[in-house]
């Protein structure tokens, strides 16, 4: 076959001093093709080694480009997940383990200049996906006067690492065992598993952050402001109760003939302190506002990090403004 135009039948055959390529790349991606090329009829001939390499060096160029055109379109097919979508992926991932250790940090600031009265390091690790053990250190806090605040107001023991064990039944984590120590309590709260379940069940706006590092996604999660007040009051309401019950069983070490007036010292105590909780509960305004960051492939969490803000109106009638902040960082997934 010495001549191009023995290549095509009539109906084929091109005209004029051009002939039209029409490819078709008919995938998911639906991409229609044409290329119109010019090539002088008397170079075409088939034993025309420079017509050859030139469409050869053609072709491979254009395969080269619609190569990347395609990973393009891929990566931007992964990048089309909505923001609750990414947090569905990384809840997803994050259920699918059945053991991973976290540790984090939690600090407690009050008043408008952001004074830190109370700090907190602790780790975690979890254990056959549905038991968890955090344990806690908790530095030393001291005013301006000398007295310490915050922590050892509780009744705790400064630089003392706590342990509290937890286990997940009935849909949310609970103390297996001292669940009326104040100490524990207060470690559960910084459960950040429990955060995320937090997150999972409430009424929340979620955005990507633009700048995240290289193959991670940052969700900026704001909960609710109404709902996160009514399950703050609620979960700090069962708090004092399980305070009450602690110093009820702690009442029965007191000699007999002294335990019906120490109890109606601390009924009184404890009913005033309530009250005045609930009171200030019921005006509050609280923020709630978290940055989760996932590895983008697995959907596995990297770093939660939190601010809890709750405005409220104390006992002297101010205006008064506690801020929580946590940071969680995951590791050794399985």
Same mark, same amino acid.
């Given at each position: ?10 109906? #084929? ?13 008919? &995938?998911?991606?639906?991409?229609? %093709? ?6 002088? %009829? ?9 017509? %050859? *390499? ?15 055109? %395609? ?19 990384? =809840?997803?991932?994050?259920? @699918? ?9 939690? $600090?407690?600031?009050? @008043? ?30 001291? @005013? ?9 107001? $509780? ?5 003392? $690492?706590?342990?509290? +064990?937890?286990? =997940?039944?009935?849909?949310? =984590? ?13 470690? $559960? ?8 379940? #937090? *997150? ?20 900026? *999660? +704001?909960?609710?402001?109404?709902? &996160? ?18 110093? +009820? ?8 003939e002294r335990r019906p007036k120490v109890k109606l010292e601390l009924e009184q105590a404890w009913s005033e302190g309530r009250d005045q909780l609930m ?7 609280? !923020? ?5 960051? *996932? ?13 809890? #803000? ?5 006992? &002297? ?7 929580? !902040?946590?940071?969680?960082?995951? #590791?050794?997934?399985?």
């Amino acid at each position: 076959m010495n001549d191009l135009s023995e290549m095509f039948d009539d109906s #084929e055959r091109p005209s004029g001093r051009s002939f039209y390529f029409d490819m078709r790349i008919d &995938s998911s991606c639906r991409v229609r %093709l044409q290329l119109t090329y010019l090539f002088r %009829l008397q170079s075409l001939l088939l034993g025309d080694r420079e017509a %050859l *390499i030139t469409m050869q060096r053609t072709y491979f160029k254009m395969g080269l480009v619609w190569c990347v055109v %395609l990973t393009l379109s891929a990566c931007g097919l992964k990048d089309a997940k909505t923001p609750e979508e990414w947090f569905k992926f990384s =809840w997803a991932g994050l259920a @699918g383990c059945d053991s991973l250790t976290f540790r984090g940090s939690a $600090a407690i600031f009050r @008043g408008g200049n952001s004074k830190m009265e109370d700090a907190v390091n602790f780790t975690g690790k979890l254990k056959d996906h549905h038991q968890l053990a955090i344990q806690t250190t908790l530095p030393s806090s001291t @005013g301006n006067n000398g007295e310490t605040d915050g922590v050892q107001a $509780a009744g705790t023991h400064l630089n003392t $690492a706590y342990k509290a +064990e937890l286990q =997940w039944n009935d849909g949310s =984590w609970n103390l297996k065992s001292n669940k009326t120590d104040v100490n524990n309590l207060g470690i $559960a709260r910084l459960n950040p598993l429990d955060q995320l379940e #937090e *997150i999972r069940a409430q009424k929340k706006t979620i955005n990507v952050e633009s700048g995240a590092a290289r193959g991670t996604k940052v969700l900026r *999660i +704001e909960l609710d402001p109404k709902e &996160s007040a009514q399950r703050l009051q609620a979960k700090l309401a069962d708090e004092m109760e399980a305070v009450k019950a602690g110093w +009820e069983e702690q009442l029965l070490k007191v000699k007999a003939e002294r335990r019906p007036k120490v109890k109606l010292e601390l009924e009184q105590a404890w009913s005033e302190g309530r009250d005045q909780l609930m009171t200030m509960l019921n005006q509050a305004d609280a !923020r709630v506002v978290y940055h989760l960051t *996932i590895n983008r492939n697995s959907g596995l969490p990297i770093r939660l990090s939190s601010e809890t #803000e709750l405005t409220y109106i104390n006992a &002297s009638g101010s205006h008064e403004t506690e801020v929580l !902040r946590t940071d969680s960082r995951f #590791e050794q997934f399985r």
